[in-house]
């Protein structure tokens, strides 16, 4: 399932909120987001349609929780910008950065963690 940016952000609503009324929705994206209501009804559209909320009674409901959803946009990311290399994504994630001992370690374990064995 891909979610766009915009998506995502309406998603982090749903969220924070649900089940959430269609009108609080309309309420909360034009104070959060700067959207119409035209907006938000479409991406309620576009989201029903790829199985990521449901609205049944004008109350909106998430499908699928948000580190599934988070999950997915990572792997995409890292997919469909660095050719599905993690080296390359850590690179250019740490290009500017520098780790404190503490995310060092705490990204050694999560290697060890899920190393194939073999």
Do not use: H
């Not at 891909?2 to 929705?25: C, D, H, R, T, Y």
């Not at 309309?26 to 790829?50: D, F, M, N, Q, R």
Request: with cysteine; charged share 30%.
């Amino acid at each position: 399932m891909k979610i766009s940016n915009s998506e995502l952000k309406f998603m982090e609503i749903v969220w924070q909120n649900e089940p959430l009324p269609s009108g609080e929705a309309v309420k909360l994206s034009a104070e959060l987001l700067g959207w119409k209501k035209s907006t938000v009804y479409t991406v309620i559209k576009k989201l029903c349609e790829k199985g990521a909320i449901i609205s049944e009674n004008a109350v909106i409901s998430s499908k699928i929780g948000k580190d599934a959803v988070l999950e997915n946009v990572s792997e995409n990311i890292v997919r469909e910008k660095f050719g599905g290399s993690l080296p390359m994504f850590f690179a250019a994630f740490l290009k500017n950065e520098k780790l404190s001992q503490k995310e060092a370690e705490e990204l050694k374990k999560l290697i060890d963690r899920y190393t194939k064995e073999g």
